[in-house]
Each structure stands twice: as C-alpha cells, then as structure tokens.
T-cell receptor, first 115, second 108 residues
Framework: SQTIHQWPATLVQPVGSPLSLECTVE??????LYWYRQAAGRGLQLLFY??????ISSEVPQNLSASRPQDRQFILSSKKLLLSDSGFYLC??????????????FGAGTRLSVL | RKEVEQDPGPFNVPEGATVAFNCTYS??????FFWYRQDCRKEPKLLMS???SGNEDGRFTAQLNRASQYISLLIRDSKLSDSATYLC?????????FGAGTTVTVRA
C-alpha cells in the first residue's frame, strides 16, 4: 500500500532563517506531488505541484520554492522565512494520469511557526 | 470570488440527528468533486467522491448539481465521531480547490 511521510511534524523558526520540509511517498511510482499551506481557519492553498522529476509548477508567487530531486521526494524550501510563512504545510500525492479524478492523499503535515 | 464557498457553520447537532450542508463552486469546467474530512490539527482525509447521479456511503449522501454548481453532503444518524470540519473540493486538471470547510459538532 502507498504511504506518504512528511517531517518534521512541528517546527519553530526565527524570521530570516532558512526552511526545508521534506515529503516522501512509498508504494507507488511517478506520483503527482503537491505542497499546500493552510493558514489558521482558512482553506488549503496550493503552493506547488509536480508531475515528474524536476518539473515544478508554482501556483502563487511567494517566498518559497519547491524541488523534486527524486521520483518520490518533494522538498519545500525558503532562503529567508517571513512571519507570514507560518501555517500548516501539507504534502499530497495522486496517481499520475488520473487527471479527471485526481484523488489526493495527504501527509500528516508540518506545523510551522515563524517568530 | 472564491473558487469554492462553504457555510463555515458551526452546525451543532445532537447524536442521531441528520445534518446537511452544501457548497458552491465557480468554475463550470470543474471535472470531479469530493468531500474531505479534517479533524482538528490533522491532515484532510478523503470522505467520498461526488458523482452527478448522487451517491451514498453508509450514513453519508453526496449530491452534485452541475447546472447550479453546488455540491451537498448529508449525514444521517450523526455520531460523536462525525465531529470534524468537512471540506468541499473541486478538481480541474491537476489542481484541487478547497473550500474553507464546514464545522460539524455532534453532541451527546
């Protein structure tokens, strides 16, 4: 069965520090991968998605970047965190080719507080 | 205009009651539709897909009205464990758009 791992679960970082969140998927090949952010009391906002190694699409211009160095690894980064980067970051995957259905499965999330 | 809009609630209902709520979406090109459930401080989990003909999964019934662009969810015989935030989700190509969620609290 497929599993998705995301770490760390909780992170407290000072403003201006770098960020690296990692997500890996097991049990499937060539998944579509996604990064979302959820601010308190708000809906999920799609940040990045990837349909293959090295292929990253950015949805919202901001202080973050994403990379996919391996088929089942997706990394979210920032060189300098802002207060507004605080939130609940979620990684998700879906089966490639299922564009019309696109059921996405989420990792447990990272709760980031920038102070 | 938000792509997906939901009544945030909260809906406070006694155990055994029926509760229903819906959402509207703005893009008529949306291809598929889902309800996800999110518990407090947890990740969203798929509750059910929503089909044009309407579909049931146990105590949960989902309906889709493409003409009016709304989706509904009905929960029968509510359980305490149904307390959660329910996210309305629509899909276009690779992208899911999420509503902000409807909070349901079932009380004993």
């Amino acid at each position: 069965s497929q599993t998705i791992h995301q770490w760390p679960a909780t992170l407290v970082q000072p403003v201006g520090s770098p960020l690296s969140l990692e997500c890996t998927v097991e049990g499937t090949s060539n998944p579509n991968l996604y990064w979302y952010r959820q601010a308190a009391g708000r809906g999920l906002q799609l940040l990045f998605y990837s349909v293959g190694i090295g292929q990253i699409s950015s949805e919202v211009p901001q202080n973050l970047s994403a990379s996919r160095p391996q088929d089942r690894q997706f990394i979210l980064s920032s060189k300098k965190l802002l207060l507004s980067d605080s939130g609940f970051y979620l990684c998700a995957w879906s089966v490639v080719g299922s564009v019309a259905k696109n059921i996405q499965y989420f990792g447990a999330g990272t709760r980031l507080s920038v102070l | 205009r938000k792509e997906v809009e939901q009544d945030p609630g909260p809906f406070n209902v006694p155990e055994g009651a029926t509760v229903a709520f819906n959402c509207t979406y703005s893009n008529s090109a949306s291809q598929s539709f889902f309800w996800y459930r999110q518990d407090c401080r947890k990740e969203p989990k798929l509750l059910m897909s929503v089909y044009s003909s309407g579909n049931e999964d146990g105590r949960f019934t989902a309906q889709l009205n493409r003409a009016s662009q709304y989706i509904s969810l009905l929960i029968r015989d509510s359980k305490l464990s149904d307390s959660a935030t329910y996210l309305c989700v629509v899909n276009i190509d690779y992208k899911l758009s999420f509503g902000a969620g409807t909070t349901v609290t079932v009380r004993a």
